[in-house]
């Protein structure tokens, strides 16, 4: 990705001075930028202040982290309540079938906890 080249305040300043009427042409030309580049930044930005730009960057990041918590724990939860696909693939196929019925019924009605399987679940078949 390109880096960025203006950053969210001096978009908010270049918007200002569209607003006090200053030519799109020129100020397009001034800051090396094109005018659809500016039209874009009044869609993202316009009615925007300094400071409203601050709580925007500051919301967008909390947003991030957030995002990073949810991630992080919808991916731990295979791994914590369900059993390796490697040792499941190892065995015979009526083995597995009785190992789900197990699985199955000693989880129905629970809270999600790894569920107990039996020993032969983690032999190779022969």
């Given at each position: ?6 950053t969210?305040?001096q ?6 001075e ?6 799109l042409?020129e100020?397009?030309r ?37 995002k ?10 295979p791994a ?28 129905a009605g ?17």
């Amino acid at each position: 990705m390109k880096a960025k080249k203006f950053t969210d305040e001096q978009k908010v300043q270049v918007l200002s001075e569209l607003d006090r009427g200053a030519p799109l042409k020129e100020l397009s030309r001034k800051h090396g930028v094109s005018e659809g580049t500016i039209y874009y930044w009044k869609k993202k930005l316009g009615g925007l202040g300094q400071s409203d730009v601050k709580k925007l960057r500051a919301l967008e990041e909390e947003n991030r982290k957030l995002k990073r918590v949810v991630a992080d724990l919808t991916l731990d939860n295979p791994a914590r309540y369900r059993a390796p696909l490697w040792n499941f693939m190892s065995v015979t196929t009526s083995d597995r079938a009785g190992m789900l019925r197990q699985i199955v019924s000693s989880s129905a009605g629970k809270s999600p906890t790894p569920a107990k399987l039996p020993r032969s679940f983690g032999k190779l078949s022969s």
